[in-house]
């Protein structure tokens, strides 16, 4: 039997009767990082993943560019991919930890949507 707390909506729900509850359930517990950026890399937005795999205290992140986060010899391409990455989505680039180490992640893009601020 389907647990009514549970942050997944059946599959038969449509998308729309996801509650913003639901909503932020799963951007609370995703493994994944979503960022909202601003057309210049402001970050607007970063789920609790960022932290977790990041290791940056929420804060830290908090109007920074997502640039700030990307490792020093990744920083000119990521800047291009950036400038691609509605065209080609799914680009993989370091980022850099508090520590100095680093993290492997994928740059994404889903933007360009009129509910999506930031565009």
Not at 18 to 42: C, F, N, P, T
Request: proline share 11%; glycine share 8%; aromatic share 6%.
């Amino acid at each position: 039997m389907p647990d009514s707390n549970h942050p997944r909506a059946s599959a038969s729900d449509p998308p729309a009767a996801l509650s913003v509850e639901r909503m932020q359930a799963l951007l609370d517990y995703s493994r994944d990082i979503l960022s909202l950026l601003d057309g210049d890399g402001k970050l607007l937005y970063n789920s609790p993943a960022a932290q977790r795999i990041h290791g940056f205290a929420r804060e830290e992140f908090d109007g920074r560019s997502t640039f700030d986060f990307i490792h020093p010899d990744d920083a000119p391409p990521v800047g291009e991919v950036f400038r691609r990455c509605l065209a080609q989505p799914g680009v993989p680039v370091r980022a850099v930890t508090p520590r100095g180490g680093r993290r492997s992640v994928r740059a994404v893009s889903r933007a360009r949507r009129p509910a999506v601020p930031g565009r």
